[in-house]
């Protein structure tokens, strides 16, 4: 059974890049009915906290991803926290030592420092340089007695390491150019290299799909699989997402953690879709879909090697889609704390006028990528109009205080709007002056709304009322008048 992991460190919100990790991993398990396993790397205990690991897990549930075994769902491999398998990696470590291989080393962070400055001046590699591994049983019993801290290195065999990756094909790795690596720090807590290959041995995975910023770290893993007297899982390194200007993703690149994006209003399915097409592409080259539509299709080997770039603009323009089609009750419900935030609807939603606000909402939504634009597409109707002086200098011509006439005139002459009095009203006015195009539509817009752009008129106009259509329009007649 195909097992994989996505094993992310609580140190700060769940970013873009690394929750696309997750997203791979997870559709690859889909794909082949395995097994999806969360782990939390929480053993770097001054940047860890619970909070984080709490959020990460809420994120991804609200991204639809979920997971077989992990912190919150359990398994019979667990702890998934590696804060709770400590005593798993010191007895390892422990047989590693017995078994001739791995050993202690006392040399001090400034020697190791000291040599590798050496080593970059004289054009060697700056690695270890496997000093402790040569210590007499003298030296040893000497440097035990002293009491100096110590860590454990791996005792890396002098060997070319080939491997196949899933996306990269084959990989091979000098490894008397790595040196041996610590795998217990001198503060009992394990390397992220050692951990990691105890865990996935442990958690039977076998699939690893990572970003290929850890494929330099792969031929360390695999020794140490190798020393567990186990199989090697098959590799497939992702390429790392870029942002437009070709620079490793960071904040500047958009709102960047998955916090944000819920904080603003994306829709999951929206951010989904998109962290899908970062690196792969379905076959018939279709931009939206769902996950049910792919899984049947998903093959990792199709994956790009190049870098994928975050493009803000197409994740704007993809959720705006999703939000043109989304269920108008789920789109209204979720629209709400923003509205309640901006002074526009009643804190208690059973005072909210849901009606008028479904029409709002339908109204604007195609105006919108994400749902904390709402308030601003919305607030001509919660609030008063303000005119700049460049669209009251327009509504002042005699074309534009015409069309406004006219259209107070018609607007008295009947109790309520529908789609077919609004376009009489228009179709009246247009034959009464021969004014049409913008010269008809935009006064009218921009007394009821003080901008060029936004919802069908007859929507703004059905929303607003007659009351509210007639005051705004007599407000600006009389005001012209004086």
């Known amino acids: 059974m195909i097992r994989v992991r996505f094993a992310p460190s609580p140190t700060g919100l769940l970013h873009i890049g690394n929750a696309r990790m997750a997203v791979f991993n997870w559709l690859f398990a889909r794909r082949h009915k395995g097994a999806f396993i969360l782990r939390i790397e929480d053993t770097d205990v001054a940047r860890s906290e619970k909070k984080y ?49 791995a050993y202690r080393c006392y040399c001090t962070p400034e020697e190791l420092e000291e040599r590798r400055q050496i080593a970059k001046l004289t054009g060697k590699p700056p690695r270890y340089d496997n000093r402790c591994r040569r210590l007499t049983d003298a030296q040893k019993k000497t440097f035990a ?22 996306i990269r094909g084959t990989c091979q790795f000098d490894m008397s150019l790595i040196g041996d690596f610590v795998i217990m720090r001198s503060d009992g807590t394990p390397s992220f290299h050692f951990a990691v290959a105890v865990d996935d041995t442990l958690m039977r995975v076998t699939h690893v799909i990572r970003g290929e910023d850890h494929l330099s770290n792969t031929p ?83 994956m ?26 789920r789109l209204t419900n979720l629209a709400i704390p923003y509205l309640q935030a901006a002074g526009f609807v009643p804190p208690d ?49 005699e074309t534009s205080r015409i069309v406004l006439s006219l259209f107070l005139t018609e607007l008295q002459k009947i109790p309520a709007v529908s789609p077919e009095i609004f376009q009489d009203i228009l179709i009246t006015i247009k034959k009464e002056t021969n004014i049409k195009g913008k010269g008809l539509y935009l006064p009218i817009r921009i007394a009821l709304t003080g901008r060029e752009h936004g919802p069908e008129l007859y929507s703004i106009a059905n929303i607003l009322g007659i009351d509210v259509c007639k005051r705004r329009i007599e407000r600006f007649l009389l005001t012209q008048n004086k």
């Open 220 to 302: 360390c893993h695999i020794v140490l699989f190798h020393a567990l007297k186990q199989r090697p899982p098959q590799f497939a390194h992702l390429s790392l997402t870029m942002g437009t200007d070709r620079t490793l993703l960071s904040k500047r690149h958009g709102a960047f953690s998955l916090t944000e994006y819920r904080k603003l209003g994306y829709l999951p399915e929206a951010i989904l879709n998109y962290m899908m097409l970062l690196g792969w592409a379905p076959k018939d080259k279709r931009e939206k879909f769902t996950i049910d539509e792919i899984v049947d299709t998903f093959d990792i080997n199709t």
């Open 145 to 166: 007695s002293s009491g100096l801290g110590f860590t454990v290195r791996f005792q890396v065999p002098d060997e070319l390491l080939v491997f196949d990756d899933l």
């Open 304 to 329: 790009s090697k190049a870098p994928s770039v975050f493009d803000q603009q197409k994740l704007d323009w993809l959720s705006g889609q999703y939000i043109r089609e989304a269920n108008l009750e």
């Open 349 to 397: 939603e059973s005072q909210i006028d849901r009606s008028r606000l479904r029409a709002v909402i339908d109204a604007t939504r195609g105006n919108i990528s994400y749902l904390s634009q709402i308030v601003q597409e919305a607030d001509i109707f919660f609030k008063d109009t303000i005119v700049s002086e460049k669209h009251i200098e327009f509504l002042s011509l």
């Open 53 to 101: 690991m709490a959020q990460l897990i809420e994120d991804l549930h609200w991204l639809g991803i979920t997971w077989q075994e992990g912190p919150d769902a359990g398994g019979q491999y667990g702890p998934y926290l590696q804060s709770e398998r400590l005593p798993i990696y010191n007895d390892i470590c422990q047989k590693f030592l017995d078994e001739g291989l």
